[in-house]
């Protein structure tokens, strides 16, 4: 048995030590290696008993055999990955090395062709991600009317454009229909310049920037030309009838109840809906109350209406999306706590008017 003080590096320089190299000649190597090495660097953290370096096409591995293999098992997953999708985000690859055994290959391998809503421009796939988008998938194919209600960057938006563009594509609607309120996030943008396409674009851009995602730029502006794609303030929904179409009101959290209760009174014919909003972002005046929690609430059990409720665990963007939206959880957990404590030991009823 070794000395107390000798350290595990000691331990490890004693033991037997192999090589191995891996070829990446089949992916990208920026996108195995990540901007600035980003990606690697998250592999060296995953096997910190490894020497992990790369050579061009290659990767070097030098350490224990069974810390290798480990290595070995994760890496040829993402191989597998890049070879079929040809992009890994920074935020996947570290899922893929962080998954257990088994778990890389049924969620971002060996995926079911089926799954994959849309074909984008160069053959860039999209589909749900993670299994609350899975569900909300199966959710719009089964009901008419979606409510998606969850954090910023779990994909709420993005999957419901994706639903709308694949049923476009199949033919089961003549048209998809973008909304949103037009609301300000805490800024008062005043007085913007130009035509009322341009007045309201930078209200809508979030909604362009899923469709650019999806459909080939000539391809978009030939929908947007006819009207068989649709993107337009809440507002001008009022006194339409929206037969055979895909309807999407983004950010709900932004309506007041009759706004809400006008959109959805305006599905006609042959037409399906989602509602997608983040009920903690309500950027409302203080005087107006949003109308998701009261929709969502008294439209359960309604056949044909379908609630999904998202997480933290489904944010898609950087990996560091889902660190703060904890944060902000638990600050505002104890902030209503401390508020209760107040109302308790003051006797005061103080109204609290932020939904969530």
């Known amino acids: 048995m070794p000395p107390a003080w000798v350290d595990l590096r000691t331990i490890i320089k004693a033991c037997a030590l192999t090589e191995t190299i891996i070829s990446l000649n089949s992916v990208n190597p920026i996108e195995f290696f990540g901007v600035n090495n980003g990606k690697l660097d998250l592999l060296k953290r995953k096997f910190p008993l490894l020497k992990i370096l790369s050579r061009g096409t290659q990767l070097k591995i030098s350490g224990a055999p069974e810390q290798i293999e480990a290595a070995k098992e994760k890496i040829e997953l993402i191989i597998q990955y890049l070879e079929r999708n040809g992009h890994l985000s920074e935020h996947y690859f570290e899922q893929i090395l962080g998954g257990d055994e088994g778990?890389?290959?049924?969620?971002?391998?060996?995926?079911?062709?089926?799954?994959?809503?849309?074909?984008?421009?160069?053959?860039?796939?999209?589909?749900?991600?993670?299994?609350?988008?899975?569900?909300?998938?199966?959710a719009a194919d089964k009901n008419d009317i979606v409510f998606a209600i969850g954090p910023a960057g779990t994909g709420k938006t993005y999957t419901a454009v994706a639903l709308a563009v694949r049923a476009l594509k199949n033919k089961i609607v003549k048209k998809i229909i973008l909304t949103r309120p037009a609301v300000e996030a805490g800024e008062n943008l005043g007085f913007l310049p130009g035509d009322l396409k341009e007045k309201i674009d930078p209200y809508l851009r979030p909604l362009y920037d899923a469709l650019d995602d999806m459909i080939p730029a000539d391809k978009l502006s030939?929908?947007?030309?006819?009207?068989?794609?649709?993107?337009?303030?809440?507002?001008?929904?009022?006194?339409?009838?929206?037969?055979?179409?895909?309807?999407?009101?983004?950010?709900?959290?932004?309506?007041?109840?009759?706004?809400?209760k006008m959109f959805l009174t305006r599905i006609g014919a042959n037409a399906k809906a989602i509602i997608t909003g983040d009920p903690t972002q309500v950027d409302l005046p203080r005087n107006q109350r949003s109308g998701l929690e009261k929709a969502s609430r008294i439209l359960q059990n309604i056949d044909g209406i379908a609630h999904i409720q998202l997480?933290?665990?489904?944010?898609?963007?950087?990996?560091?999306?889902?660190?703060?939206?904890?944060a902000y959880d638990r600050e505002h957990k104890k902030e209503e706590a401390e508020e209760q404590e107040n109302n308790s030991k003051y006797g005061g009823t103080k109204k609290n008017i932020r939904v969530s």
């Open 103 to 138: 778990d890389g290959i049924d969620n971002f391998v060996e995926r079911n062709p089926n799954d994959i809503l849309v074909f984008g421009p160069n053959g860039k796939t999209i589909r749900a991600r993670t299994a609350n988008q899975k569900r909300m998938v199966l």
């Open 222 to 260: 030939y929908y947007m030309s006819t009207r068989t794609i649709e993107i337009a303030p809440l507002a001008y929904m009022r006194g339409r009838t929206l037969d055979n179409a895909f309807i999407i009101l983004d950010e709900s959290q932004n309506t007041n109840d009759l706004q809400l």
């Open 311 to 326: 997480d933290e665990e489904d944010v898609v963007r950087h990996r560091l999306v889902k660190a703060i939206i904890k």
